[in-house]
């Protein structure tokens, strides 16, 4: 014990003991959190300055004082230029924002998606090249998570690299395929996320009379710049049917960096958290492993090369309504017949004959009564609504479910069944 | 880190669920560290009452210049230090010191005997005031001697001397009996 580390290293031992057995009483746990909760909603009504409209915006709602104040402003611009000149320096304004992130080539960031039941988290990288292109993308998926930290699991990966696609489904199989119409989806999820792309974006809707656009300057130096858009229903994303949508971007008083992103969906009398997304870090080079999936993914997962593959329908001549009942058909016909094989060709990212009578021998599908008008969905699905008959206990029954289908990845002229809305079976 | 700065920013845009996730993250540090420097368990409640209380109440204000933990632990070092210490010296009781609750079945507990613990809980109590905080904020609650430095408005040296002889006394006292 002569030794000061010696002793260093008994108190650390010692307050370790004590540290790990803290506990707070359950009652005072719940005392300390109301009062806290009571406290904070307090605070909140006594210090409106941050959390209301501002004063300014609510004088200037009056006509009488709009023109009041803008005879005084006259004034001032006449007394005064100088300080005017040093003051409009002080606005913000979309370019700064632009210039902060201009030839940054790496974007990290965190978006979480809130549903009724859960909320869908997903954590991207995306670089550019030295022109200006995106190069690689990588995104998780996470199953269950929370906005504080990603807790849930990750239930898939996708790296893009120029082009091609590596998609690992976790514990499942890691498939490989070049798609153009998946590259444009990664390039419009880059461009989407990219603070400039965002915000140039909004600026040409701008333009359009589609989106309405406040700035709200911060009360303090340190609070952040609030740019919030309004959008009109049907134009938040492209070809996709959504409702009206008000975005707010949380921007660095100092950087002019976005920090985070809030969506909410606008109802007639309040508003949802749709979903946010938080910028980790700016312009931060990811590691190379980051975008080697077939290094990642354990070596005896199956690794299915999609564009080898035979699966699908030839869309040919057909219109997009018809090959999608001609799948779905051709798809509960084989589950019919009992063609397993068959069955697993149709579906989108092949199921062998085994993993399909597995899933669906238990239904004992005895026939197609009918297949309705398939329609579109806002991800860019076809749903079709199927009626069968099924065995049940002993018994026919009638049962009625939506098959979706798609492009076959990879295949941009074939159709399948999408397999994980095969689930719809088991309802 | 990253995560504290996201429930700062949520917090001052005046989400309750923040300040929750704020308090279930910090609520034991901030405890230890309230018995850690009371020497009462009790005290040590009603010290991460008040502290959280008021940390909630002027959170729509609130500048950090450190971190968030650092800014709580610091908040909780200063309300134990400005709430008296003769106070809570005559509430010191070494069987309160044992608040480890179910302290037989921890793991870190069985390295320790209970005759260890107890001599160190002694030696600990015949430090200064100011040499015992320094050493239960950098062992305990993983300050930095310059976080602690600044959360005190004095100099880092200070703050490693008052450390220094702090653990010379615990040596001499120690020496030979543990």
């Not at chain 1, 040409?204 to 009379?209: H, I, P, R, V, Y």
């Not at chain 2, 669920?17 to 034991?28: E, G, V």
């Not at chain 2, 050493?135 to 609650?141: G, R």
């Not at chain 2, 001697?145 to 880092?156: D, G, L, N, R, Y």
Request: proline letters at 3%; aromatic letters at 10%.
């Amino acid at each position: 014990m002569k030794a000061a580390e010696n002793i260093e290293k008994l108190i650390k031992a010692f307050f370790k003991t004590k540290k790990s057995s803290a506990v707070m009483p359950i009652e005072k746990d719940k005392q300390i959190l109301n009062d806290a909760l009571t406290a904070f909603e307090k605070s909140k009504i006594n210090t409106p300055a941050q959390l209301q409209p501002s004063v300014w915006r609510i004088i200037m709602k009056s006509r009488i004082t709009k023109l009041t104040i803008a005879a005084a402003l006259l004034i001032a611009a006449v007394v005064t230029i100088t300080f005017i000149d040093k003051s409009a320096s002080l606005a913000y304004a979309f370019e700064q924002t632009m210039t902060a992130v201009n030839g940054m080539r790496y974007f990290h960031f965190k978006q979480f998606v809130y549903q009724p039941d859960r909320c869908l988290g997903k954590e991207a990288w995306v670089e550019y090249g030295l022109t200006g292109k995106v190069k690689n993308v990588r995104f998780d998926v996470y199953d269950v998570c929370d906005n504080s930290n990603n807790k849930g699991k990750i239930s898939q990966s996708v790296v893009w690299k120029e082009g091609k696609t590596e998609c690992w489904k976790v514990g499942q199989a890691l498939i490989f395929f070049e798609d153009a119409d998946y590259t444009a989806k990664i390039l419009f999820f880059a461009s989407r996320y990219n603070p400039k792309g965002a915000l140039e974006y909004m600026d040409s809707l701008e333009k359009e009379g589609k989106v309405k656009i406040q700035i709200e300057e911060p009360t303090a130096s340190h609070d952040d710049i609030l740019v919030t858009a309004i959008y009109k229903p049907n134009t938040y994303l492209l070809q996709r049917q959504m409702p009206a949508i008000k975005d707010v971007y949380h921007i660095d008083n100092v950087s002019r960096l976005v920090k985070a992103v809030e969506a909410f969906h606008l109802k007639p009398n309040s508003t949802e958290l749709l979903a946010e997304w938080q910028y980790c870090d700016y312009n931060q080079p990811f590691a190379p492993e980051l975008l080697d999936l077939n290094k990642e993914a354990p070596s005896d997962v199956n690794r299915i090369d999609m564009m080898a593959m035979d699966i699908g329908i030839e869309q040919g001549d057909l219109s997009d309504s018809a090959i999608t009942v001609e799948t779905a058909s051709q798809f509960l016909d084989a589950l019919v017949d009992k063609d397993y094989a068959l069955a697993g060709k149709l579906v989108s990212e092949e199921m062998t004959e085994q993993q399909i009578r597995q899933k669906y021998e238990n239904l004992h599908i005895l026939k197609v009564i009918s297949i309705g008008e398939p329609k579109m969905d806002q991800y860019m699905f076809w749903m079709v609504p199927v009626k069968v008959m099924i065995e049940k206990d002993g018994k026919t029954i009638e049962r009625e479910f939506t098959l979706k289908s798609g492009k076959v990845l990879g295949h941009p002229s074939r159709r399948a069944v999408e397999a994980p809305e095969l689930k719809c079976f088991e309802k | 880190m990253f995560e504290d700065k996201w429930l700062l920013w949520k917090l001052k845009n005046g989400s309750s669920d923040a300040l929750c996730r704020i308090y279930k993250k910090y609520k034991n540090n901030m405890l230890a560290l309230a018995v850690a420097l009371s020497n009462n368990k009790t005290v040590a409640e009603d010290i991460v009452h008040d502290c959280f209380v008021s940390f909630a109440q002027s959170a729509n204000k609130l500048q950090l210049r450190d971190s968030l933990k650092s800014y709580l632990l610091t908040s909780i070092a200063n309300r134990v230090r400005n709430s008296g210490r003769d106070k809570i010296k005559s509430a010191l009781d070494v069987e309160e010191m044992e608040i480890a609750g179910p302290a037989s079945n921890q793991p870190e507990r069985l390295a320790m005997s209970n005759e260890r613990v107890r001599k160190i809980n002694s030696a600990l109590t015949q430090l200064s005031y100011e040499q015992r905080e320094v050493i239960i904020l950098y062992f305990q609650s993983r300050l930095t001697f310059k976080e602690i430095a600044e959360s005190q408005s004095v100099s880092v040296n200070t703050i490693q001397s008052r450390y220094r002889y702090g653990i010379d006394k615990l040596r001499s006292i120690l020496d030979g009996e543990v």
